[in-house]
């Protein structure tokens, strides 16, 4: 049985004959998931390896992935993983990747070993074909001498068989043939570190030549992906209250899995048949019954006595427009890293919509957009710079068709000759839906002819610096794309994209092969052309794949792939995305967290059991407002990324990270009940522990270099209760937890 044959794999293992690698969940793509998911597929995937083989994997091996995220060597690094190995980038359509055998710097300067087998396969049948390429084809000749040639049947799987050990012998008998040693991947990379001072260095991202489809196909499945991930984070920052673990959290890692294992590189990028997409689809349904049962049950353990309660698991203020019970919108004001009552707040600005004689006006004391008697929009002004955002005479929120025919793989490519297909559909009608005084919007039509139709309300609301779209698309076409563009009143050569934990920089021209190959590229919750006094964010509730031309920045929207699912994204959608001018340049800017308070506003919570929650508003500044997590992090120029309970369950971990590329000094964190701290790896390995000093409940100032990541483990003192609230005394706990 299948028990048996494990159990004979684990013997082989043991022996040295069968090779575990990699160390991830799954085979992970790495475009699109965030950084923390990106981390747990370490966590989880070296827990598995390390219970059922007794080893630590040090080699990331990603053959069949799209493209590689530059902030990867960090994340690889900070999880105790050296080795980097793929062969994608040979599959280029453009350009020829310079190297086999370099070290790989990420955007945070940390480096990998990364080899790349010159016989551009991972299922070579050791032909002599192969083996001759192996040699021939190799990049990096008189910096290093030996090369990987991966053989068996590789993909769908099988193995080497009997007649490739064969050819091995007998080649490596023959008179002119390289010498060919049977090994392992921790002894190839062993042998290539002593020539590790002569490989030259790749910095930044290894961006794929191809599959540039997979950022857009079945829209649906990445919107899930990301609203899961923001789950996960608030769930962790929940039951990061419970520092005496009278809440058991397994279910939290099983949830993680879930998440994870449809991060795999042909699920998340929607490259796989249709049965797979109903499948992740179920998933999602059940992740979200699992986490609400979570979520009631850890509530009601830590935060019952709270009428109505909101959580903020990151480090800075937030204001934000919240529906009570009875539908009514309120304005209310959370501190960073806040579990806790809610305050309601008096707002400083009001949202207008005015009909004017040759269109609409929404407006509020930071921005003003003017859109035509059909709908077209015609100016968003900063108003503080009085910078308009809008290249002149253009229109923005332009919505655009292309035909979409690849020459390889239908889910998988958009080819480059596909802009030379655009046609722009323009708005019919437009009408006034609110008019303030927190919130004022306007509905836009677009039709689509035989594609569809789009129904577009756009919203300006007060106190918030963006203008927000919300469209609804039904969706029905073949072979087509649908993009978003506005041409943006700013120059530049470059446009930034937000990756995970920091962003890169990408070309906005074609001088060379290198740049118009990234002509479609990919990006999480924001994209943006800036000059160094004022710029224009692009950001993005579910989207991934963008591009910039010139001063023209687009959102991929919805493809229409017709193999493998013929049904792939036939469906009515939502999709949210909001333009955000600034003054300054990106650093200055604050891009990063408007971009998270897009994706993941905050929400009123019941704090009982009976789920609801009462119906009358917030009050001004209520007398029990305080914050339950005990956890402040002060400086706003570093991004909390995960607060969560060790995997211990002896500790609080916090992670931060520097998003903008400066090095960061002084930053402080502190905690009522901290008794010490230390730094530790992201996977929590004991041996990576580092004592760090602290004075009373406060670490020394922390500093962080540009784009780094760090993970904190906090030692708390045991036997006191995180907050006085009637739900956090023991004995109460005691009882439920004897009852659960």
């Not at 980038?89 to 370099?102: A, I, K, R, V």
């Not at 005496?244 to 099983?254: D, H, M, P, R």
């Amino acid at each position: 049985g299948i028990n048996a044959e494990y159990g004979l794999l684990k013997i082989h293992v043991e022996k040295g004959s069968f090779i575990p690698v990699s160390g991830s969940w799954v085979e992970m793509d790495t475009n699109i998931p965030n950084a923390e998911s990106m981390i747990r597929q370490f966590l989880y995937g070296q827990k598995f390896f390390k219970e059922e083989f007794g080893i630590h994997s040090n080699i990331l091996w990603l053959p069949d992935t799209f493209g590689y995220s530059g902030q990867l060597p960090q994340i690889m690094q900070i999880c105790g993983v050296e080795y980097f190995l793929s062969q994608k980038l040979s599959w280029n359509l453009t350009n020829t990747f310079p190297h086999h055998t370099f070290i790989w710097k990420g955007i945070d300067q940390s480096t990998v070993l990364a080899h790349f087998p010159p016989g551009d396969t991972y299922e070579s049948d050791m032909n002599v074909k192969d083996i001759l390429k192996t040699i021939n084809n190799n990049k990096d000749k008189g910096r290093t001498h030996n090369q990987m040639l991966l053989f068996g049947h590789g993909d769908g799987g099988g193995g080497p068989t009997p007649d490739m050990i064969d050819r091995i012998e007998r080649v490596s008998s023959v008179i002119g043939m390289p010498k060919i040693v049977r090994s392992t991947p921790q002894k190839f990379f062993a042998t290539v570190e002593n020539s590790k001072n002569m490989l030259c260095e790749w910095w930044g991202e290894l961006y794929f030549e191809l599959h540039r489809g997979t950022y857009t196909t079945h829209a649906k499945l990445k919107e899930s992906n990301r609203v899961a991930e923001f789950w996960m984070t608030d769930i962790e920052f929940l039951s990061s209250l419970d520092v005496q673990n009278f809440v058991s959290c397994t279910k939290i890692g099983e949830m993680w899995k879930t998440v994870l294992f449809n991060q795999f590189h042909d699920i998340l990028p929607g490259s796989a048949i249709e049965q797979v997409f109903i499948d992740a689809m179920d998933d999602y349904t059940d992740l979200l019954k699992t986490y609400t049962e979570e979520w009631e049950r850890i509530r009601d353990l830590l935060v019952s006595d709270c009428s109505q309660f909101v959580v903020n698991p990151y480090n800075w203020t937030r204001r934000q427009l919240i529906a009570t019970s009875d539908d009514e919108e309120v304005l209310i004001e959370v501190p960073g890293t806040y579990i806790g009552p809610v305050s309601l707040a008096a707002p400083a600005d009001k949202a207008e919509a005015f009909v004017l004689e040759d269109g609409i006006c929404l407006c509020n004391s930071l921005i003003k957009a003017v859109f035509s008697l059909t709908g077209d929009l015609k100016s968003v002004i900063h108003k503080a710079s009085g910078r308009e955002s809008l290249e002149a005479g253009v229109t923005g929120n332009r919505f655009v068709v292309f035909d979409d025919i690849p020459l390889f793989w239908d889910a998988w490519d958009v080819m480059e000759y596909h802009v030379e297909t655009r046609q722009e559909f323009k708005p019919t009608s437009i009408q006034v839906v609110e008019s303030g005084p927190l919130r004022s919007s306007v509905k836009v039509t677009v039709p689509l002819a035989e594609h569809g139709d789009i129904v577009v309300i756009a919203t300006i609301m007060a106190e918030t610096p963006y203008l927000t779209f919300k469209t609804d698309v039904s969706w029905r076409a073949s072979h087509k794309f649908l993009k978003v563009e506005f041409p943006l009143a700013v120059s530049s050569t470059e446009a930034h994209y937000e990756i995970q934990s920091g962003l890169v920089s990408r070309p906005t021209h074609a001088n060379t092969s290198w740049d118009s190959a990234k002509f479609e590229v990919s990006g999480h919750k924001w994209a943006h052309i800036g000059e160094p006094s004022f710029g224009v964010g692009l950001l993005s509730k579910s989207k991934y794949g963008y591009s910039a031309q010139h001063n023209r920045l687009t959102l991929s929207l919805l493809r229409s792939t017709k193999a493998p699912d013929a049904n792939a994204d036939m469906d009515d959608h939502t999709i949210e995305y909001a333009i955000y001018p600034h003054s300054g340049p990106i650093y200055s800017s604050d891009i990063v967290q408007h971009g998270i308070n897009f994706n993941h506003p905050l929400l009123l919570h019941a704090g009982s059991r009976d789920k609801t929650l009462p119906r009358h508003k917030p009050t001004l500044n209520p007398a029990n407002l305080v914050n339950r997590s005990a956890l402040r992090i002060t400086s706003g120029q570093v991004v909390v990324q995960a607060i969560k309970k060790s995997e211990d369950g002896l500790g609080l971990v916090v992670r931060m990270y520097e998003p903008y590329g400066n090095t960061v000094c002084n930053v402080s964190l502190s905690h009522r009940l901290l008794s010490k701290a230390y730094s530790i790896n992201a996977v929590e390995m004991e041996s990576t522990k580092t004592q760090l000093p602290i004075k009373g409940d406060e670490l020394l100032p922390l500093t962080f270099r540009p784009f780094e990541i760090k993970t904190i483990y906090l030692e708390l003192k045991q036997g006191e209760e995180i907050f006085n609230g009637n739900s956090c005394k023991k004995a109460r706990l005691d009882e439920r937890k004897s009852m659960s």
